[in-house]
T-cell receptor, first 114, second 107 residues
């Protein structure tokens, strides 16, 4: 079975450019999460969706970040304009939304903004 | 909101020594999950604890859930280099992880 699929796996971009990260959750999972991981701040929850609806976006750092989930099998995290401090690993994860279900992570998108 | 804090943030141990990481919550948790992230990898589910005072074992790993369901621990007996990584706990409501405990095992 395919796990959570993220793309791109690695991206290097110049400051000011738009970055779009993509995620395909596991089929049948109705909760989707975007995380950002850095050495300093650890694994931060940015936003999560339930049944394609954003439930909590309080972790989104600022207006430059936006996330969408147009359907049950696809989500995007967009950064516009990107800044060097956005350099991090971005993980997408999904689960079936009921108490106690395991969260499955994608392999991450390694973003470097120069 | 629900806050789960994990200590220590870093731990270096000699191979063969034991290791423990602790997870503490400000509120009662319905359950707690533990994950491991190998260097360069992504977090992977290890175990879930649900009952007050629950203890579960996976080979050299022992997981405990406190009686008040506000804290949990992961204990590794006789660490090996394969145990290297970052261990995260999460209390369930908001699925937040924090910095975890980064374990380094010195051969």
């Amino acid at each position: 079975d395919a796990g959570v699929i993220q793309s791109p796996r690695h991206e290097v971009t110049e400051m000011g450019q738009e970055v779009t990260l993509r995620c395909k959750p596991i089929s049948g999972h109705n909760s989707l999460f975007w995380y950002r991981q850095t050495m300093m701040r650890g694994l931060e929850l940015l936003i999560y969706f339930n049944n394609n609806v954003p439930i909590d976006d309080s972790g989104m750092p600022e207006d430059r970040f936006s996330a969408k989930m147009p359907n049950a099998s696809f989500s995007t995290l967009k950064i516009q304009p990107s800044e060097p401090r956005d350099s991090a690993v971005y993980f997408c994860a999904s689960k079936i939304d009921s108490s106690g279900n395991t969260i499955y992570f994608g392999e991450g998108s390694w973003l470097t903004v120069v | 909101g629900q806050q789960v804090m994990q200590i220590p943030q870093y731990q270096h141990v000699q191979e063969g020594e034991d290791f423990t990481t602790y997870c503490n919550s400000s509120t009662t948790l319905s359950n707690i999950q533990w994950y491991k992230q190998r260097p360069g990898g992504h977090p992977v589910f290890l175990i879930q604890l649900v009952k007050s005072g629950e203890v579960k074992k996976q080979k050299r790993l022992t997981f405990q859930f406190g009686e008040a369901k506000k804290n949990s621990s992961l204990h590794i007996t006789a660490t090996q280099t394969t145990d290297v990584g970052t261990y995260f706990c999460t209390g369930y409501q908001k699925v937040t992880f924090g910095t975890g405990t980064k374990l380094q095992v010195i051969p």
